[in-house]
């Protein structure tokens, strides 16, 4: 299969600009006749969903949970990237580009890229029009700061809330087109096919979780924004329903995942205190503006302080390691996340780490508390203020910039960070892979769109921090509603689909004999221990550093994984009738098993280090990763082709005209 991204010709810097000049249209008296189905209701759903009903099309939207304001979007924190240069320090379209092909390893395409910069501001402007509450400096303009692996503050945040806020925005106009007519909304519905009739797109096959019956939705075509797979490692930042299931579908039916290896691991997480966890927390990047990390120097204190002996404030000054600092000191703690997490399990790896179970290293603010204390007193005309007033003070600056993310860390550790450094440790946060799709954000199944986290399309190896929230909402409102027209623009005379037709009869039959094939197990094993089996797999051996041998024995424990599963799991409960939570999570493991396989098989292929993707074998003397151009500058693609066979891998060449591919430095 030859795989056509469609990227329009021309300068990088028109690119969008004349292809959206000159795109199909559909007129607005034929918009009324096209139907659309948006799954999912994130900042990429809602926003898509709210665009294509405000621009006349018949929309669906569909979310598993009982409202779309519960989507994961809510659970970013730290903030959004935009190129509007407000620090005047040197930001530009151009830079953003360039540090996000940067910050992902040389793996993404330049024109997706350059795009998702080129509308950043224009997100900025709509986000603020729908009243988000994004911080001000004192005189009332939009406040910034940095993320990992940028030198400039782009970074627009509403405190430790910026997705909640964004959300909030997104299903303002989403609920506008709802109370309009123009969209239908589906709660408590979740994907389980898509339904394909002539080879297109037309529908899905959706399941009521509260009555279990399955229901037949036609459409002219149909836009899948449902996150990312993370939750295949079990333990991860993403909320406990996050699943791959209708992206995966989509893959069953013929769509192509892209780069499935490709996950990333966030260094600011609160760390793993048991194995009775099933989820972890995240503390924003944006910690890291102000906060050191750093392990003791010395094995012994370490060990000190990992069995209770001491703590942090009994190490002093000259016997802290600030690691990140004295390896990278260009960007120091800002250094991409895909960088600190490795550094960070570098020196645990080495018997520095400070948790009882040895997995932690510390984030400090003792040090940005002074400052900003110093700053604050010298305002206040208090020149000589003793110490206690002067961390009172920073304190409180401190408070202002990120106090719900210190009491969340708080209530969750049971340590005040104010006064005592922080425990972070890295752990699964986001996906760049997805399904492939091309500059329209259609994958190659015609009518099939993906948005958001669901595709592979604009972070390469790697993503930026605040660039998620960047992507889904370009996507929802300023791309998908020109691209989708593309498609649509041949079907304003196709009648509407029949979903009593053999197609939807068929895929709806196919759905109904995966539920009755769980039901009818009737084992021994719970559900959530097979997921949890499979995370274990999954995090050790495709996790922050892989390598072969690893890869091969994962792959192999995958498949008896997954085959005993399907001997031995117990679904209670019944398929219709009632709300069975147990059957949806077997639905999802079920399909965790099929892609956590894929990915194993693409980290194994791909010969390489790039961005979160660490071959132990492909790594500079530095313990750098080290790339292989020559032979990897590409989208790996890959076509399901069942479970007895390997799947079939398609390459879409990356090319670079813009930008020089060389080694990441961030020294």
């Avoid at 295949?232 to 769509?255: D, E, H, K």
């Avoid at 939807?504 to 759905?511: H, I, N, S, T």
């Avoid at 194994?604 to 500058?633: I, K, P, V, Y």
Wanted: charge should be negative; hydrophobic fraction near 40%.
């Amino acid at each position: 299969m030859a795989l056509n991204g469609k990227v329009p010709a021309g300068n990088l810097t028109e690119k969008w600009t004349k292809y959206r000049a000159s795109m199909p249209l559909v007129a607005p008296n034929n918009k009324r006749r096209l139907d659309i189905i948006v799954v999912g209701s994130g900042l990429a759903g809602a926003a898509a969903a709210a665009s294509l009903g405000e621009l006349g099309y018949n929309v669906k939207c569909f979310t598993f949970h009982d409202s779309p304001r519960r989507a994961h979007s809510i659970a970013a924190q730290g903030g959004i990237n935009a190129a509007k240069n407000y620090r005047n320090d040197g930001d530009s379209t151009y830079r953003l580009f360039y540090d996000t092909i940067k910050g992902g390893d040389y793996r993404a395409r330049e024109a997706n890229v350059y795009r998702l910069a080129e509308v950043s501001a224009s997100i900025i402007d709509q986000a603020v029009a729908q009243g988000v509450p994004f911080a001000r400096e004192y005189g009332g303009l939009l406040d910034n700061r940095s993320f990992g692996g940028v030198q400039v503050s782009r970074t627009f945040y509403a405190r430790g809330q910026t997705g909640q806020q964004l959300l909030i925005g997104a299903y303002q106009s989403l609920s506008r087109q709802i109370s309009l007519g123009s969209v239908e909304m589906y709660n408590r519905h979740e994907m389980l096919d898509v339904v394909l009739v002539d080879g297109k797109a037309r529908g899905i096959i959706a399941r009521n979780l509260l009555t279990g019956e399955l229901e037949r939705h036609a459409a002219h075509a149909v836009v899948l924004a449902t996150g990312g797979y993370g939750n295949v490692f079990y333990l991860s930042t993403n909320a406990m329903m996050c699943n791959v299931t209708a992206a995966w579908r989509s893959v069953r039916r013929g769509a192509l995942m892209a780069n499935p290896c490709f996950t990333q691991i966030h260094p600011t997480c609160i760390p793993v205190s048991g194995d009775y966890q099933s989820k972890l927390t995240l503390m924003s990047e944006s910690l890291r503006n102000d906060g050191r990390v750093w392990v003791p120097k010395k094995q012994e204190d370490a060990a000190a302080i990992r069995s209770g002996h001491k703590n942090a404030l009994d190490i002093p000054e000259e016997d802290r390691d600030y690691f990140l600092e004295r390896r990278y000191p260009a960007f120091g703690n800002l250094v991409p996340r895909d960088v600190a997490s490795r550094a960070a399990k570098v020196a645990c790896d080495e018997g520095l780490g400070v948790a009882p179970t040895g997995l932690a290293v510390y984030l400090d603010f003792s040090a940005a508390i002074e400052r900003y204390g110093r700053s604050k007193a010298n305002v206040m005309g208090l020149h000589n203020a003793d110490h206690k007033t002067v961390i009172e003070l920073g304190e409180n600056v401190v408070e202002e910039k990120y106090g719900n993310l210190f009491a969340m860390y708080e209530k969750i550790t049971g340590e005040n960070p104010y006064k005592m450094p922080m425990k972070i440790y890295p752990a699964v946060h986001y996906t760049m892979g997805g399904l492939w799709v091309d500059y329209n954000l259609e994958t190659n199944i015609p009518g099939l769109f993906a948005a958001g986290e669901c595709n592979f399309s604009d972070h390469g190896a790697n993503r930026l921090g605040a660039s998620a929230l960047m992507q889904g909402l370009a996507d929802g409102y300023f791309v998908l509603p020109y691209t989708i027209g593309n498609f649509l623009s041949n079907d304003i005379r196709t009648p509407r689909f029949d979903p009593n037709s053999s197609e939807f009869l068929q895929a709806e039959a196919d759905v109904k004999g995966r539920i009755d094939k769980l039901m009818d197990v009737q084992g021994k094993q719970s559900v959530e221990s097979f997921h949890r089996r499979l995370g274990k797999i999954m995090w050790e051996k495709c996790g922050m550093a892989r390598n072969a041998e690893g890869l091969t024995a994962a792959r192999r424990q995958i498949q008896e994984l997954r085959e005993e599963f399907y001997k031995d799991v117990f679904v209670p409960g019944s398929a219709t009738g009632d709300y069975n939570p147990e059957l949806e999570k077997a639905l999802r493991v079920a399909d965790f098993f099929e892609m956590g396989e894929l990915m194993v098989i693409d980290a194994l292929n791909r010969e390489e280090s790039c961005g979160g993707h660490f071959r132990e074998e492909h790594q500079t003397e530095e313990g750098e990763a080290l790339r292989d151009d020559a032979n990897f500058a590409y989208v790996a693609a890959w076509a399901y082709n069942g479970w007895d066979s390997d799947p079939v891998l398609h390459k879409e060449e990356l090319v670079f005209e813009n930008v020089e591919l060389k080694s990441r430095s961030y020294k």
